[in-house]
């Protein structure tokens, strides 16, 4: 049977996941750096001048953040792990 990997935004990854935008935000900006879960970003990469105090800036964007729901299902089996205490160091042993 094929499966559809749907992308979602950050709203409703949150909701896939159980969680409110704002806890899931935290989590994937602050905990995990933007690493986990995996993002995807479609579209373009552009760049933009900002001008504060007389100081001209270029700040790269990237458009559209995006979750695949593998990504997102993958992440969610880790932070059950993580919530029952289960160090990776233990399963090794």
Request: with cysteine; net charge positive; charged share 30%.
């Amino acid at each position: 049977m094929l499966t559809v990997d749907k992308y979602h935004n950050l709203k409703e990854a949150a909701e896939y996941l159980g969680l409110s935008p704002a806890t899931f935000r935290h989590i994937f900006y602050y905990k995990n750096n933007k690493q986990k879960p995996s993002p995807s970003y479609l579209g373009d990469k552009y760049t933009v001048k900002k001008n504060l105090n007389n100081i001209t800036k270029e700040i790269e964007v990237t458009s559209l953040l995006r979750f695949k729901t593998s990504n997102l299902e993958k992440f969610k089996s880790e932070m059950c792990v993580n919530e029952l205490g289960i160090d990776e160091q233990e399963e090794k042993k």
